[in-house]
């Protein structure tokens, strides 16, 4: 493919001309770029839609002239923004602290500009774009005719990783080998159906492969059906970061005799080795390998009995778009001129990363607090070994004490926790009146109440007792000692469960058992919680750390436990009537919704949901006069988006704390602190990895920590799900708190409040 560019275009944003704006001008003019100039947000979006710059320098000094950030979020919505590089003019400030970038990179830019109106400076700045991020766009953007090319092909590929776990194959191979999407993803390769005296040809292969050649002949496997083909195929192993083989890929079409598979793959032995000698090869399709090139593939055999994993032919498709793009990418580089090549290379050093949805941090200096709350939250910790070894203080589950199973009912609730419970369907209840009303113990009492609104009892064919009895029950293993991880919390996610599910939209894409789901799964989401981080489990080797093995081990404990719970005694067991089918359905969904609060998977959750259903539902709304809504409710429906949907509800739900009116948005922020000041205190007493230095109780800045939490976890995810939902009031509540939080530290306080006046 050769590549072609066009005449570089800049769009430059600019409320009013200054010597910085006239700087990139005359820089535009020496670069020989052509240069637009707009005044307002409207005037930029509308110019850029309707020229693709590929530069846009938005001036990012002047807020009181327009928001660059928002004016910056509204271009990354467009489609042809994609591969278009948006630079931020920021500030000087020689006598302040430098500032975090993450909020500029959250809104969509992709670098900043200190001002410096000398014209060389700009021009400089506009030259390394141009050989820097704006080539890259551009190679990248070359690439989609290959991936087309990719998924057009008549010929089956098949691509797996270098430990032989298929990650993708094209339309053409599901075709060939009988298969669905998405039946086989992430699985290992099976062996292909070959008899025993074929294993000196499949280790053929394998030695082949193994040492960095390609391989080529022809073999046979068996399609889903059943059914055995006979397939010319071309193995090509992949090297990549290291120099090591990072995939292999696997090229295969129909021989001709599909009839004579088993006479022709006894044949192929022996055509194989003397294709090698002779240089010849069978596969004569334009641009096939020339064999003469695998004369070091291993001739001699192999004693071992052993099948090749690569020469085990079976089908699957990837559902992450991400890792589908990593594996075109690969099969694409072979037959790709030099520059486009180069520009996939370094496509591919970005995309290896295990952490394709978390957005990478510079260094810890520029901003501690979001580094440290990524550690605490994001990572299982260090995984240092240690001799100390960390108990949970409650490993005993606790009892139900007999003076709290006293007969409550909605019908006999204490007038005060009745009073404090009146506007519990509104988004600003306060969950602290009832907790001082309930002396510590507000689940059992709204849970009823919500329960009972939501007609969980009928749905589950469960008496009121049993409820109760259930919620004393889970209530009972929260620990009360905990400042944040109590059954407060619980409730309140519980509350916020409830409110969400009450939204039109969300009512209109859930059935009855997601609702049921949901709820319980709010209500036990961090049962038997110890006020410590997963990481700090990790690192002290705590039996729950040991017993799940480093991976969610809080979500996954508390899963199990709130099943052993309820299921070791019928007076609570609230599932005790349901069919079977329809409880193991049920106790997936609340499985499946307790561990999407592990924060590790935070990024990808958000950005499923915005690419699954945000996205989707947009394009189909901006076209809504062209459908019958058919197309929504199938996008809103669909079993796997409801999945997604859920996890957004709950993990909203469960960090919803911002977004909450001022006085208890202050008051989460106070417990959740403490909690951490406390592990940090017991990290230095055990001598552990201290996980989140920053919270410290002698230093640490509450209002710099609730500022990076916003930044970077609540605002992206909250604008997806405001978007789905139609939440006006919690979208106001979070800018009030934000502006609250930046107040304080504006004024360099590190406190909850200011001091009185």
Not at 229 to 234: A, D, H
Not at 539 to 566: K, P, R
Not at 600 to 607: A, P, Q, R
Request: aromatic residues 8%.
């Amino acid at each position: 493919m050769r590549l072609h560019q066009n005449q570089l275009q800049v769009l430059l944003v600019f409320a009013k001309e200054d010597n910085q704006s006239n700087g990139f001008c005359w820089a535009c003019e020496k670069a020989g770029f052509r240069c637009n100039i707009a005044r307002t947000p409207e005037s930029a979006l509308e110019c850029f839609l309707d020229k693709h710059h590929d530069i846009i320098i938005i001036d990012h000094r002047h807020s009181r002239y327009f928001d660059a950030e928002a004016l910056c979020r509204s271009i990354r919505t467009t489609k042809p923004s994609e591969n278009t590089v948006i630079i931020g003019v920021v500030r000087r400030h020689a006598d302040r602290e430098e500032s975090s970038i993450l909020p500029l990179i959250s809104a969509g830019f992709t670098r900043r500009y200190v001002e410096n109106s000398n014209i060389m400076a700009c021009y400089n700045e506009l030259i390394q774009l141009e050989f820097g991020e704006v080539q890259a766009q551009f190679k990248l953007r070359a690439c989609n005719s290959l991936f087309t090319a990719l998924e057009k092909s008549q010929e089956a590929i098949e691509i797996t990783s270098e430990d032989h776990v298929i990650q993708y194959v094209n339309p053409a191979f599901e075709t060939m080998m009988g298969y669905q999407i998405g039946e086989l993803i992430g699985k290992e390769l099976t062996e292909v159906p070959v008899n025993e005296k074929k294993a000196d040809f499949l280790d053929t292969i394998n030695s082949c492969i193994k040492i960095g050649k390609e391989w080529q002949g022809m073999y046979y496997a068996k399609k889903k059906n059943g059914d055995s083909i006979q397939q010319n195929v071309k193995i090509l192993p992949v090297v990549g970061q290291g120099g090591k083989i990072r995939h292999y890929v696997s090229i295969s079409r129909l021989c001709n005799d599909n009839n004579k598979a088993e006479k022709t793959c006894e044949r192929v032995q022996a055509e194989s080795q003397t294709d090698i000698q002779t240089g010849r090869h069978k596969d004569r399709r334009k641009g096939s390998l020339d064999v003469r090139s695998t004369t070091s593939r291993g001739s001699d055999g192999s004693s071992q009995r052993r099948h090749s994993s690569m020469a085990r032919i079976h089908s699957m498709t990837i559902e992450a778009p991400i890792t589908k793009v990593i594996n075109i990418i690969n099969a694409a580089q072979e037959s790709s001129p030099m520059p486009v090549a180069e520009a996939l290379d370094r496509v591919l050093e970005i995309l290896r990363t295990t952490e394709l949805y978390s957005p990478q941090l510079g260094t810890k200096d520029e901003d501690p607090h979001t580094s440290d709350l990524v550690g605490g939250l994001m990572t299982d910790g260090l995984r240092r070994l240690s001799g100390n070894e960390y108990i949970l203080s409650a490993k005993q589950t606790h009892q139900v004490a007999g003076s709290l199973i006293s007969p409550i009912s909605l019908n006999d609730i204490p007038p005060q926790i009745t009073q404090a419970m009146e506007n519990e369907e509104h988004w600003d209840f306060d969950i602290f009146e009832l907790e001082a009303a309930t002396h510590k113990r507000p689940l059992v009492y709204l849970g009823l109440k919500i329960f009972a609104r939501f007609g969980i009892c009928e749905f589950l064919n469960c008496s009121e007792s049993t409820l109760r009895s259930w919620l004393q029950v889970i209530e009972a293993n929260y620990h009360s000692s905990n400042s944040y991880h109590n059954s407060t919390h619980s409730a309140d996610v519980l509350h916020a469960t409830a409110y969400f599910l009450s939204k039109e939209r969300v009512k209109q894409t859930l059935d009855p058992i997601d609702e049921v789901a949901a709820l319980i799964a709010a209500t036990v989401h961090d049962v038997d919680h110890p006020g410590r981080t997963n990481s700090f489990l990790c690192n002290a080797g705590s039996e729950l750390a040991i017993l799940y093995n480093d991976t969610a081990v809080l979500e996954s404990h508390h899963a199990a436990l709130a099943f052993q719970l309820t299921t070791r005694d019928d007076k609570c067991n609230i599932f005790k009537n349901m069919e079977r089918n329809e409880y193991r359905t049920l106790r997936q969904a609340i499985i499946d919704m307790v561990l999407a609060t592990e924060m590790t998977k935070h990024f990808e959750h958000v950005n499923k949901f915005v690419n699954s259903i945000n996205k989707p539902l947009a394009a189909l709304e901006e076209n809504g006069n062209n459908g019958d809504g058919e197309s929504i409710k199938t996008v809103l429906t669909s079993p796997e988006n409801r999945i997604l949907i859920k996890r957004m509800l709950i993990k909203c739900a469960d960090i919803s704390n911002p977004c909450r009116p001022i006085e208890q948005c202050i008051e989460w922020a106070g417990r959740i602190s403490e909690e951490y000041f406390a592990q940090t205190d017991e990290e230095k007493r055990q001598g552990l990895p201290v996980v989140m230095p920053v919270f410290d109780r002698n230093t640490c800045s509450i209002p710099k920590s609730q500022i990076s939490f916003i930044d970077y976890f609540i605002t992206d995810m909250f604008d997806a799900w405001d978007a789905f939902a139609d939440l006006p009031n919690l979208m106001q509540h979070l800018d009030n708190n934000f502006k609250y939080w930046k107040g304080l530290d504006e004024r360099k306080l590190r406190s909850l409040r200011p001091p009185p006046e």
